[in-house]
């Protein structure tokens, strides 16, 4: 992923991983067939798999966070594709009960930190195999 990566304006040092370096990314990288992913012009979060909405946040070796409206087969195509790309594994998984939401987190930092806050937040969270190699 760090090939694609662009300084950001501010603040320094911070880069930014463009949209259309996302879906680049996750072509090459991950695997994804160039017709399944594009990004919405609308709003610049959120993305379409097979023509399903997905939203993500990101910070370079930190966390990434990826949300959709259902976990299914092409949910967890996504979610490999993203593992392949930042090079390392979602430590949860969870619905929002607000949104119904279905939410993959990933935290290279502090993954079991990061699981015990959500812990008393979260009725539906699922703790996955970490993965931090």
């Not at 092409?74 to 279905?102: H, I, N, Q, W």
């Amino acid at each position: 992923m760090s090939e694609t990566l662009r300084d950001a304006c501010t603040p320094i040092g911070i880069q930014k991983w463009h949209w259309y370096n996302v879906i680049n990314d996750l072509i090459k990288q991950g695997g994804l067939k160039e017709e399944n992913i594009q990004w919405s012009f609308r709003d610049p979060g959120l993305f379409l798999y097979k023509g399903k909405p997905f939203f993500m946040s990101w910070v370079k070796n930190q966390f990434l966070l990826v949300s959709k409206e259902k976990d299914d087969e092409g949910f967890k195509e996504l979610v490999e594709a993203l593992t392949k790309v930042v090079e390392y594994r979602p430590f949860c998984r969870y619905v929002e009960p607000e949104s119904g939401l279905t939410t993959y987190e990933w935290d290279k930092i502090d993954p079991e930190g990061r699981y015990k806050e959500l812990e008393g937040d979260k009725k539906d969270l699922a703790k996955l195999q970490f993965d931090l190699s």
